[in-house]
């Protein structure tokens, strides 16, 4: 919010620490909810704003660091094909 400056898919926030007590993960990963419809990623006010919706997903110190060493579209790819469960926060590294 200081910065003014909106978070992009493939952006890391963090790692700032344990994210919830007894877990992995330290960081938060922006991407599309892909969970939803695709009219749901974008929102279209009557002021010609568009508001881009994003999902901020808990992973660990090890994906972050893929993330930044191999970039973010190499992330997701690694996440499709391995299809670790995103909402559930005791998941285990899903990236050696």
């Excluded at 344990?18 to 002021?47: C, I, K, M, Q, R």
Aim: glycine share 6%; with cysteine; proline share 5%.
């Amino acid at each position: 919010m200081r910065s003014q400056i909106a978070y992009l898919r493939g952006d890391i926030i963090g790692p700032f620490g344990t994210l919830f007590e007894g877990t992995e993960l330290v960081a938060l990963y922006v991407t599309t909810p892909v969970y939803f419809p695709d009219s749901f990623h974008t929102y279209d006010t009557t002021n010609d704003i568009s508001i881009v919706q994003a999902w901020l997903v808990p992973i660990t110190l090890n994906e972050a660091s893929y993330v930044k060493e191999n970039g973010w579209e190499a992330f997701e790819d690694k996440l499709e094909e391995l299809d670790p469960d995103l909402k559930n926060y005791k998941r285990v590294c899903s990236i050696s």
